[in-house]
Structure formats: structure tokens, C-alpha cells
């Protein structure tokens, strides 16, 4: 039995799981109190503080920190890297710390991960970060050499939900082809060609269908006179792309459910964008399925709004004629980390080396 910490930084908390192989154990949310955050400059200060909370937190539970076999962190915003399960070193812990690719919480996983790890003598990794990037090279091409496309997606859940389905179907993940389509805050939708990930919807920065946070794919020529509209300064236009687009651009609200409601009491704004948004995912989907040229085992769906059944039945009738639709509703990243750790613990795969 290979027992492990799973430690899952975010900007106000810090999600905890305790697991004996893939069974969770115990789960906690470590709530950082806005007041307690601001006493930080950088994320990175944070680290000593936040390990301390999960030391104390670990001992108030009775849990020995010894008894951990692996430690886990979820992957922060390092380099572009290949989808796998890392090994927590040196290169990797200073990019962690530099944020090459920005500053988030999520970048203080792999470096919590080494430090209680290193303490009690076991190996620490990070599986799966935002920014894994397995594109084909002629999925980077844009129609302006200064702007290629960037892989930066909900890569931990894609991956794990396609594993997951490999696994039930009885192949491997490396034998089938798949489109995955993660919906939550943002919207990502990737194509997944014998187990690796060549193109994808980046789901941050300004591709595929907008979503409850996210603005999505925009014309060009209109972002273009936004920008230099002289109304808006450019943290406003971000905010706008990242943050109060989508459904909050719209109505005011980045829930699903109350888009719902809202649609349910005959408000025809909130039907006109439920009715968008589900036409942009098919026109995603369809698109991932010609980079597959076709030649798709099964389309799955993921991630919160996927508890939506009467969506997910509206969305699987428009790309039922692509493949059969499987849904998976919600995300479950604590077990995604487990399960990465558990296959090079297992011996199923190597650990990756990070450069």
C-alpha cells in the first residue's frame, strides 16, 4: 500500500488529501483568510507559513508525517513540458520559485511537496501542470509568426478523465484517440492522439468557446478597437478577456445554475447565451475531431458544468455523429495527483526529469 500527501495550492486555500493507493482517506481545505494573504508581497513568501498550516493541520488529525510514502504537489506555471508525473528537482524547484511563466499559488505545490518530502526521506512530484504542451507543430502556427498558440489547459483533469476511460474500455490511453472536453470557470478542449495531447483550445488566454469566466475566441478587428478605444486600459481589456468575460460579461454571474434559473424564468438573454455556448463547445469539438482527421473512439466531457445533464444531452445530440459521448461530471484533482504519483511508485511509468 503506497500511502501519500496530496497538497493542491489556490489563492485563498489549500486543498489536502490523504491516500492509500487511489483511496482518499481524509480531505481538508486549509482556508487562508484574505487578511492573512495580504501580509505577503509574492505568492512565493508564502511558502513557510502555508507548510506550517499543514504540518499542524497533519498533527491536529493524527496523522504522523512519517508514515507518508510520496509526497504530491499540484504543478505550477513552469516551463512548457510533456504531459507525465515530475520528479521534484533542483531545475524544477527554481522555476517554481521564479514563476517563469507567472506568479500563482499553484506554483507553491511541487515546492511544499519537496520540503515535507525531503524531511521524512521520500520522493516528492508534481503530475500534469496547467502548462503541458505536447502540441503538433503545426497546431503553434498562427497567421502572424509573433503570436504562435501556447498549450495552457485544464491538462490534470483532461488527462486523467482519458486514462481513466482508457482504463474502463480496457486499452490503453496510448492506444486510442479522444476528444476531451473540460468545462468549469474556463473551457478547454484538446485532442488526444495515442496519449498525447496535439492540439488544444488554450484556455486562458484567448481561444475556443467563451465560458462562465472567460471570453474566449474574440474577432480580431473589434479586440483590436477595444484596445485602442482609449475607454479601457490594458489590465481593464485582460480583466475583461480573463475574469468578466463569458457568462459574466453577459449576466452578471460566472454560475451555471443561475444561468439556468435565469433562463428557467423566461429571461431570453440568459437562453440566447446558454444556446451560444453550447454551439461554440460543438464547433470546438468538431474541430478537434478533423486534427484527428476523423478518427475519434469517443468524445468525453468533463469538469462542473458537466452535472448539467440536460446540457450535456443537448450538447452529445449535436456531436453524437463525431463518436459516442461519455460524461464525467466534476474534477477531481486530489485523486489525478494520487494516481500520477501511484504509476511511477507501481513501477507503470518513470518519473519524468525536469530541464
Avoid at 506568479?103 to 503541458?132: F, M, R, T
Avoid at 503545426?138 to 503570436?147: D, K, M, S, Y
Avoid at 478523465?161 to 474502463?168: D, G, I, Q, S, T
Wanted: net charge negative.
Amino acid at each position: 500500500m503506497i500511502k501519500s500527501l496530496i497538497i493542491n495550492p489556490g489563492s485563498t486555500s489549500t486543498k489536502l488529501g490523504i491516500f492509500e493507493d487511489e483511496t482518499l482517506t481524509m480531505e481538508e481545505t486549509l482556508r487562508h483568510p484574505t487578511e492573512e494573504i495580504a501580509k505577503y508581497d509574492h505568492i512565493i513568501d508564502q511558502l513557510g507559513w502555508r507548510k506550517e498550516l499543514i504540518l499542524n493541520f497533519l498533527k491536529s488529525a493524527d496523522q504522523d508525517v512519517k508514515s507518508f510514502n510520496v509526497i504530491v504537489g499540484r504543478g505550477g506555471l513552469v516551463k512548457p513540458i510533456p504531459g507525465g508525473t515530475y520528479a521534484v528537482n533542483d531545475a524544477l524547484i527554481k522555476d517554481l520559485k521564479a514563476g517563469v511563466q507567472g506568479e500563482h499559488a499553484s506554483n507553491l505545490g511541487g515546492l511544499l511537496a519537496k520540503e515535507i518530502a525531503d524531511e521524512i526521506g521520500v520522493p516528492s512530484y508534481i503530475v500534469d501542470p496547467v502548462v503541458v504542451d505536447e502540441l503538433c507543430e503545426e497546431a503553434r502556427v498562427t497567421g502572424l509568426p509573433q503570436i504562435p498558440r501556447v498549450s495552457i489547459f485544464h491538462a490534470l483533469n483532461q488527462k486523467a478523465v482519458a486514462r481513466r476511460y482508457a482504463k474502463e474500455i480496457g486499452k490503453k490511453y496510448e492506444d486510442i484517440n479522444l476528444v476531451v472536453v473540460h468545462l468549469g470557470g474556463g473551457v478547454s478542449v484538446g485532442a488526444h492522439k495515442n496519449g498525447q495531447i496535439i492540439d488544444v483550445f488554450n484556455a486562458l488566454d484567448g481561444d475556443g468557446a467563451m465560458s462562465p469566466e472567460r471570453a474566449g475566441g474574440l474577432p480580431t478587428g473589434g479586440l483590436i478597437r477595444l484596445c485602442f478605444s482609449g475607454e479601457y486600459s490594458e489590465a481593464e481589456v485582460r480583466k475583461m478577456a480573463v475574469g468578466k468575460g463569458g457568462f459574466n460579461a453577459w449576466l452578471g454571474t460566472n454560475d451555471m445554475r443561475e444561468v439556468v434559473k435565469m433562463r428557467d424564468e423566461g429571461d431570453e438573454k440568459a437562453k440566447l447565451v446558454i444556446d451560444a455556448f453550447i454551439f461554440q463547445l460543438a464547433k470546438n469539438i468538431g474541430s478537434m475531431a478533423a486534427v484527428l482527421d476523423g478518427k475519434v473512439d469517443q468524445i468525453i466531457i468533463t469538469g462542473g458544468i458537466a452535472y448539467n445533464a440536460p446540457i450535456m444531452e443537448r450538447l452529445s445530440a449535436k456531436v453524437k455523429f463525431i463518436a459516442p459521448v461519455t460524461v464525467y461530471p466534476g474534477e477531481d484533482e486530489l485523486l489525478a495527483l494520487a494516481q500520477g504519483a501511484l504509476r511511477v511508485m507501481n513501477g507503470e511509468e518513470q518519473a519524468k526529469i525536469y530541464e
